[in-house]
């Protein structure tokens, strides 16, 4: 069955105070979708919402994915639908190495009776390493412990890459790369554009879009997407800024108090 996934009114809010008001996106497979916006409209919120972080509370919408809505699963369920967040800042997790962690999260995509033979799996895990230019001593390291912001970046799209999701999520995988690691970035998700996977990447900047062409730009503000268009909409943005979106839509004050 083709990906599917269709956010339909989502509203969501953090310590009673409403950050999404109202957000409509339908992403198929094979489509990359790029989120932007000046800082504090919600983009950030909208990632962590449809992952389930227990911070933000989804007050209204579905978030229908191949036929399921996720809203009504937990984190775990919703990794095992086949939807995945590449984080902004991933935590370091002491005492648990990168391959330890990566092989479980693996096979628990894979279930019970399917397990990955531990050849197999180191295999496929330095296969996907040498694509992305990574040390293969990070596979012994414990998980983005003593990583740089690079390095951190590399290793979420790496779980990507193993994890094979249905609609993936990259929430400024941009920040804080230089040119070579946000080309290695950007190669690792063109390598996985397939028509039974969807992108929604996040983004503040113009030129993680000069790696990976999308194919649908939206424009966020006030908590709800406003504006839509090609790649060109990015290019306009880069070289304009967002003034002109606030003037022909009446927005006075466009932030909601989250990124």
């Known amino acids: 069955m083709a990906t599917h996934f269709v956010i339909d009114g989502l509203k969501a809010a953090i310590d009673g105070k409403e950050i999404l ?35 933000y509370e989804v007050t209204e919408g579905t978030a229908v994915l191949n036929g399921d809505d996720i809203l009504e699963m937990g984190v775990d369920e919703r990794a095992l639908a086949g939807l995945f ?23 628990a995509r894979r279930g019970e009776g399917n397990e990955i033979s531990l050849i197999k799996f180191i295999r496929q895990m330095e296969g996907k390493m040498k694509e992305l230019e990574m040390n293969p001593e990070f596979a012994h390291r414990y998980l983005n412990e003593g990583f740089s912001g690079g390095e951190k970046k590399r290793n979420e799209i ?27 970035v950007s190669n690792g998700v063109n390598a996985m554009r397939s028509e039974d996977r969807g992108f929604l990447i996040i983004t503040h900047y113009q030129r993680l879009l000069n790696y990976i062409t999308p194919d649908f730009v939206h424009v966020m503000m006030q908590g709800r ?3 839509s268009g090609g790649p060109e909409l990015a290019e306009r943005l ?22």
Do not use: C
């Open 158 to 184: 790496l779980q990507m890459m193993l994890l094979d999701p249905k609609i993936v999520v990259l929430d400024e995988i941009d920040s804080g790369l230089d040119i070579d690691a946000l080309r290695i």
């Open 21 to 55: 008001k109202g957000i409509n996106l339908e992403i198929k497979g094979g489509e990359i979708h790029a989120i932007m916006g000046p800082n504090g409209t919600g983009k950030s919120t909208l990632a962590s919402a449809l992952m389930g972080h227990p911070k």
């Open 225 to 227: 997407i406003v504006k």
């Open 238 to 259: 880069e070289n304009e800024g967002y003034d002109w979106v606030k003037e022909e839509l009446g927005i006075v004050d466009e932030t909601v108090g989250q990124a």
């Open 85 to 107: 967040l590449a984080m902004q800042y991933p935590s370091e997790i002491p005492g648990v190495t990168n391959s330890d962690f990566l092989r479980s999260a693996l096979n």
